[in-house]
């Protein structure tokens, strides 16, 4: 079956511009991440939705950076007036089950990701 | 917050050679996952640990939960294992709904 898509796979943008990442998850999974990824680094959380809700957003570094799922399934990771700190791996993860499930008993898939270059 | 850290962060070894790749964390998790992310940036999850060992083929993974630490193994190794090997954990403690990550370890092995 199709795992977790994620497009582009690759982004060029100059700063100021405005991004819009997309995640297709796994059909019928609940959770939803989002994890950012600088160079050499591991993933950094952003953001988690359980269906359409967005539960926590404590990760998004800031508020250019926005997340939705209207329908609880594709999700769109937004970015605007995009700045060079935002070059990074944005990494879509779903899973089966809601909060602690998602993590504790069940595996997280992951996208491919999409690499962002913002000059 | 967790605070996550790998070692070593880079591995050179030949092929055939038993690997082992060490990930420690500072406070109590429910679960501990080891992943391996190819270029490209695609993750793959290997295992996802709460207690014990777990083997998948030539991979082995085991924590020790009061020592705070956890073990990936892998035995004859194979130029096609070369990759980042990334340690990750979930806070029991609530927080973040994420995952925590280490920086990875990244694997290179020779023919």
């Known amino acids: 079956g199709a795992g977790v898509s994620q497009s582009p796979r690759y982004k060029v943008a100059k700063r100021g511009q405005d991004v819009a990442l997309r995640c297709d998850p796994i059909?019928?999974?609940?959770?939803l991440f989002w994890y950012q990824q600088a160079l050499g680094q591991g993933p950094e959380f952003l953001t988690y939705?359980?269906?359409?809700?967005?539960?926590?957003k404590s990760g998004l570094p800031s508020d250019r950076f926005f997340a939705e799922r209207p329908e609880g399934s594709v999700s769109t990771l937004k970015i605007q007036r995009t700045q060079q700190e935002d070059s990074a791996v944005y990494l879509c993860a779903s899973s089966l089950q809601g909060r602690l499930q998602a993590w504790t008993k069940y595996e997280q898939y992951f996208g491919p990701g999409t690499r962002l270059t913002v000059t | 917050k967790n605070e996550v850290e790998q070692s070593p962060q880079n591995l050179t070894a030949q092929e055939g050679e038993f690997i082992t790749i060490n990930c420690s964390y500072s406070?109590?998790?429910?679960?501990l996952h080891w992943l391996q992310q190819h270029p490209g940036g695609g993750i793959v999850s290997l295992f996802m640990l709460s207690s014990g060992k777990k083997k998948h083929g030539r991979l082995i993974a085991t924590i020790n939960i009061q020592e705070k630490h956890s073990s990936l193994h892998i035995t004859a190794s194979h130029p096609r294992d070369s990759a980042v090997y990334i340690c990750a954990v979930v806070d029991s403690g609530g927080g973040a709904d994420g995952l925590t990550f280490g920086k990875g370890t990244h694997l290179i092995i020779q023919p």
């Open positions: 059909s019928g999974h609940v959770s």
């Open positions: 939705f359980q269906n359409e809700a967005q539960l926590d």
């Open positions: 406070v109590g998790i429910s679960a």
